[in-house]
């Protein structure tokens, strides 16, 4: 039982690069997120899934993309990456939508020249 | 929004108890309280969760008094290994997007 695994763990891109952050949960959770982390800050939630087949807006979803492609993957899309994207990515999942315990992956630390 | 309010940083030596307060004025009737901890290039890990009253697991209090605006987390017993940082997050009102973690609260905890 592995929980939450991200992939990669660290990536460099260019200023206009894409790159798909992948995260993959193996505890039948329904509901899965995405969260940025910047140094010296919280969480901030990009975007949701409640279920399989949903997805939501979170507080900076500007910029990025994601796709619930099943129960057990959701993936985080960054098409034209910038500078102010440079931050540490977390996923998480939880078995209810809310309010329940999220379990988080160890992070993806992402910079962008 | 529920927004929350912790202290920046706290100090603490191995066997003491330690108590952190988190301040949420605009709490919703349908917010939950949950606390998570964070280790240095690690992702959250939950600690406890509450609604009012007092919570007790194996590792930690969470008392939230009657009108809620404020709940605190009592970390009983320190040791090193505690130190990391402490988040509290008010969540729930089906209004998913509004999950807002704060900055946290640091506790250093000493020999």
């Known amino acids: 039982n592995a929980g939450v695994t991200q992939t990669p763990k660290f990536q460099v891109l260019k200023t206009g690069q894409s790159m798909t952050l992948q995260c993959a949960q193996d505890?039948?959770?329904?509901?899965m997120y995405w969260y940025r982390q910047d140094p010296g800050m919280g969480l901030r939630l990009i975007y949701y899934?409640?279920?399989?087949?949903?997805?939501d807006k979170g507080e900076v979803p500007n910029g990025y993309n994601v796709s619930r492609l099943n129960k057990r993957e959701f993936s985080l899309r960054l098409e034209s990456a910038a500078p102010s994207q440079t931050s540490v990515y977390f996923c998480?999942?939880?078995?209810?939508?809310?309010?329940?315990?999220?379990?988080f992956g160890p992070g993806t630390r992402l910079t962008v020249l | 929004l529920a927004k929350t309010t912790q202290p920046i940083s706290m100090d603490s030596y191995e066997g003491q108890e330690v108590n952190i307060t988190c301040s949420h004025n605009?709490?919703?009737?349908?917010?939950?309280i949950t606390w998570y901890q964070q280790f240095p290039s690690q992702g959250p890990r939950f600690i406890i969760q509450?609604?009012?009253t007092k919570v007790t697991n194996e590792v930690a209090s969470l008392f939230i008094p009657a009108d809620r605006k404020s709940s605190t987390l009592s970390l009983p017993r320190v040791s090193l290994s505690d130190t990391a940082v402490y988040y509290c997050l008010v969540e729930g009102g089906g209004a998913t997007n509004k999950l807002i973690f704060g900055t946290g609260t640091l506790l250093a905890v000493q020999p």
């Open positions: 509450g609604y009012k």
């Open positions: 505890m039948n959770h329904n509901s």
């Open positions: 899934s409640a279920s399989e087949g949903t997805t």
């Open positions: 998480a999942s939880s078995e209810a939508h809310y309010p329940d315990t999220q379990y």
């Open positions: 605009n709490i919703a009737t349908n917010d939950y």
